[in-house]
């Protein structure tokens, strides 16, 4: 078994339900589309990194999509907000005996493959990695063994998550690596460029 387990979050892409900030001012059927680009190219960083890749759905699990035909672990997100669905996901992993998990989004299109083995690599010498967003939150997330304590607590989807987590992390004293700073796809002053730029209302 590979030892290294890569969860990935996202919603089902169904019409209303994605990118509903950025819906607000480009409308519903803009903002699917701008998912559907995210999911594409989400799915293209993560298929050459070297680990196992679960798939986590938020509503329900998609049968006949390019995740399960590629051998993703395909599973659905469970727990009442952000901070149990993640932290119910990194428990799924651990007691399967991988020692590195990491989880990402699918709202970051400067996100690489090499970034997320980068962030696999830092595991092999520090206890956790972040990547930070310039909203205040994260984009990755990885450790070696279940700290439950980074998903308690939380104001989710606030620009207070990241300093929040990373004060847990200082508490427990654990070793940290932070990566570059990026951005995530969420309002419409983040589609600035190709290809999303075509969407910004003229």
Request: proline share 2%.
């Amino acid at each position: 078994m590979n030892k290294s387990a890569l969860l990935i979050f996202m919603k089902n892409p169904v019409l209303g339900k994605v990118k509903t900030r950025l819906a607000k001012t480009i409308g519903e059927a803009k903002a699917l589309e701008v998912y559907h680009l995210l999911l594409e190219h989400t799915f293209k960083i993560t298929t050459s990194v070297s680990c196992d890749k679960f798939i986590f759905y938020s509503d329900h699990v998609e049968q006949n999509d390019n995740w399960g035909k590629n051998g993703h672990h395909q599973e659905l997100q469970e727990g009442n907000d952000l901070g149990e669905r993640m932290q119910n996901a990194f428990s799924h992993v651990f007691v399967q005996d991988y020692d590195k998990a990491i989880i990402i989004g699918s709202d970051c299109y400067e996100l690489t493959s090499e970034m997320i083995e980068k962030a696999f690599n830092a595991l092999d010498t520090r206890d956790a990695v972040i990547g930070p967003a310039k909203d205040g939150g994260y984009y990755l997330l990885g450790m070696k063994s279940m700290h439950s304590q980074l998903f308690e607590s939380k104001r989710w989807s606030t620009d207070s998550v990241l300093q929040e987590t990373v004060n847990d992390i200082q508490k427990m004293k654990l070793k940290l690596v932070m990566l570059e700073t990026l951005n995530d796809i969420d309002e419409v002053d983040d589609l600035q460029s190709p290809p999303f730029d075509r969407f910004i209302p003229s």
